[in-house]
């Protein structure tokens, strides 16, 4: 069971929005220069991947 399961849709797309507008601040964020937590993007991925993977098993349980 995950965090997730008990949001509904529209929450988990603005999630997944505000994840991605997060990951782009902090890829033109560290093109200046050096970022000191390198550990943030990889978990804002992961975070994205979590939201996406949600999104879909709803969408192939409402197709059956």
Not at 3 to 13: G, I, N, R, S
Not at 33 to 43: C, D, I
């Amino acid at each position: 069971m995950s965090k997730f399961d008990k949001q509904d849709l529209p929450e988990l797309k603005k999630q997944l929005a505000d994840k991605r507008e997060a990951l782009r601040a902090f890829r033109f964020e560290g093109a200046g220069s050096r970022t000191r937590n390198v550990r943030a993007g990889r978990e804002l991925r992961r975070e994205i991947a979590r939201l996406m993977t949600e999104l879909r098993e709803r969408e192939l349980s409402t197709t059956k």
